[in-house]
């Protein structure tokens, strides 16, 4: 045992007056008698009073120069040498992740277990190390600066607290580099369940990587996909997806909620390793949220260690449904793209009738055109003739050197150089620009007028391959995205921890966020404002109130579908880009300091020692008659 501050044991040489006030104390007892006539006899002393006197044995200074020894040894700090995982500059990563909270471990969860050990080793700490405390989760957050006080260090550990969503290694190892970039020995200790995926664009860390695994079991099963999908003239339908981590079959329970009340429970078996598809049909036509859950069958002996990912939410598509008219002598090709679009609901009209009445988000014109054109946005294929918007000009079979405008965003996935085009007419359109072009002209005009987008393509689909290549719903679809209204939410479906960008209305008042938990988040009055409170999974209550007080309610649904935190496994290494990390060993020597035991049973000698003097003060003394000699006093009748 040694001595982190020896020369507190000076203070040892405080028992000096410790004893010699107890020698220089007169020590006077107080009697109780039954008479004034014997009083006398009690008073008189005899002798002198004399300050110096011989030790007595006495359990009051046993005690207190028992407990000086205490605090003076505390006070001095020993230690022994104890194995270590590392030391010098350490940098303690501490997974908060999602799967950090299986409990597969003893007392309580896998985050649990780290915090124990992250403060065993802080109590390791030579004295002079210096520690760093980083919680790792969807944002990397510094719960402690470098430093050696193991006070402040356990404070920091003690309060974090696991969460909900994916971590993010990459920030939090480039967190952790920097700060050893300047120093002599800086070592990283990762403490977690080593899923971190296998990135390579992980940073270069300047000293050693130490690991240290936490967890013992795989068994977990995950509600992976949730989805609902609404098809024209048909019920939405479902589409789900359990999947099984552990290397056991398992039986479970998939209940299915529709609006918060219980739509359906049905018993399956998730095979090992193994994925389970479920499909339904039966969704009602106007719910507007779906919540998933998986549960064990009674007598079922499988144990699943995540509840964090027995549970998945979703919003109902219907929300951002587009009508949409499509006004053809029969063209096949564009009413079997359109029907394949989801979110889209076709009203087929008839040329030889003219332009129906209804209010439609699309207008797509085929090969015809009314003598006047409705106010919607439209998409004009293989215009027969000009109007007031643009001029059609004579037919070109230059159709080589076909260029897509890349910088577009529109265009970001339209590939057009295997599309071969017979011929297509020459447009002249002010308000437009060229997104697809050829030798001869533009094969796809867009732009905005009148408050209207607009679209044309000036040829005749039958007159190219177009529809027989995955070009042709790719570029429908993007053509259908940039018609689309801009919705406050832009999809309503978001992972764990991912912000969720908003659009809000000229006209709304206020804005507020109500969480799963029943907590309500204010936005801020802006165009364009983000809600980054997504730790918690389930259904989100987007409330916006408008110029009238009306309020509009949309809901989002927040999920954890990450392979990396369900597959709870317990790693042994870890792969930081081209570096393999294993486990760490105790091969370095640290310091286990013991001085709060020392204080402690100090403590308990403190309230021992305040016992017995209590025990002293109270205690009655009998009453003994005496004689003139001292001695006991005959009974009469004796």
Do not use: C
Not at 381 to 391: C, D, E, G, K, V
């Amino acid at each position: 045992m040694s001595f982190l501050s020896p020369l507190a044991l000076l203070a040892g040489l405080l028992a000096i007056p410790v004893i010699l006030l107890y020698m220089l104390r007169l020590r006077r007892r107080e009697t109780s008698v039954s008479s004034t006539y014997l009083w006398q006899q009690v008073v008189r002393d005899r002798e002198a009073n004399t300050p110096w006197q011989k030790l007595r044995r006495n359990l009051l200074l046993l005690l207190q120069l028992l407990l000086l020894a205490l605090l003076v040894i505390a006070l001095a700090r020993p230690f022994i040498t104890v194995p270590a995982v590392t030391s010098g500059q350490i940098a303690l990563l501490l997974d908060a992740s999602a799967s950090m909270n299986a409990t597969d471990v003893d007392n309580g969860t896998r985050f649990a277990a780290a915090q124990r050990i992250a403060n065993d080793i802080v109590d390791t700490m030579n004295a002079g190390d210096r520690m760093t405390v980083i919680r790792v989760a969807d944002v990397p957050e510094v719960l402690a600066g470098y430093t050696n006080d193991s006070a402040v260090l356990h404070t920091a550990i003690d309060s974090a607290q696991a969460s909900s969503a994916l971590a993010d290694w990459t920030a939090a190892l480039t967190l952790a580099a920097a700060g050893g970039a300047s120093a002599q020995d800086f070592n990283v200790l990762i403490i977690g369940d080593g899923g971190i995926g296998s990135a390579a664009e992980f940073p270069p860390i300047p000293g050693d990587i130490e690991f240290v695994p936490v967890g013992r079991s795989d068994a977990n099963l995950a509600v992976t996909a949730l989805a609902a999908r609404g098809l024209p003239g048909q019920n939405p339908q479902l589409f789900a997806e359990i999947t099984n981590y552990s290397a056991v079959d398992a039986d479970v329970i998939f209940s299915l909620g529709v609006d918060g009340a219980l739509f359906s429970a049905e018993r399956y078996t998730v095979p090992a390793r193994g994925k389970l598809p479920v499909v339904s049909s039966a969704l009602p036509e106007d719910y507007s949220t779906l919540q998933a859950a998986l549960t064990p069958p009674s007598g079922s002996t499988f144990v699943d260690y995540l509840p964090q990912d027995d549970a998945a939410f979703a919003v109902a598509p219907g929300a951002g449904m587009r009508n949409v008219l499509l006004m053809s002598s029969g063209n096949r090709f564009v009413e079997q793209v359109l029907r394949s679009m989801p979110g889209v609901r076709i009203f087929q009209g008839s040329t030889d009738i003219g332009m129906p009445t209804g209010d439609f988000d699309l207008v797509v014109l085929d090969g015809w055109l009314p003598n006047t054109l409705p106010q919607d946005d439209l998409l004009i294929i293989n215009p027969p003739s000009s109007n007031a918007l643009f001029t059609l000009g004579d037919y070109t079979d230059q159709t080589s050197g076909i260029h897509v405008r890349r910088d577009d965003p529109r265009m970001t996935f339209v590939d057009f150089d295997a599309v071969n085009v017979l011929r297509f007419r020459q447009v002249e359109a002010d308000w437009a620009e060229p997104l697809i072009s050829a030798e001869g002209g533009a094969l796809l005009l867009a732009g905005e007028v009148d408050g209207r987008q607009i679209a044309i393509l000036p040829f005749d689909l039958h007159e190219t391959d177009l529809p027989l290549q995955i070009t042709f719903p790719i570029l429908m679809t993007a053509l259908l995205d940039w018609y689309t209204p801009e919705d406050v939410l832009a999809r309503n479906a978001f992972v764990v921890g991912e912000p969720v960008g908003l659009r809000l209305p000229a006209d709304a008042q206020a804005a507020s966020v109500t969480l799963p938990d029943g907590a309500q988040r204010e936005l801020p009055m802006q165009a364009n404002p983000v809600f980054g409170d997504t730790e918690q999974p389930g259904l989100y209550a987007l409330d916006l109130t408008h110029q009238n007080d009306t309020v509009e309610r949309t809901y989002f649904s927040v999920n954890l579908f990450a392979p990396l935190e369900s597959e709870i496994a317990p790693r042994t290494t870890l792969t930081l880009g081209q570096i393999e990390v294993a486990s760490g060993e105790e091969e370095e020597i640290g310091q286990y300091e013991f001085w709060g035991w020392l204080a402690l049973l100090g403590l308990v000698i403190l309230l021992i020692e305040w016992f017995v003097y209590w025990r002293r003060t109270r205690a009655p003394v009998a009453f003994r008659p005496l004689d003139l000699r001292g001695a006991r006093q005959k009974q009469p009748g004796r």
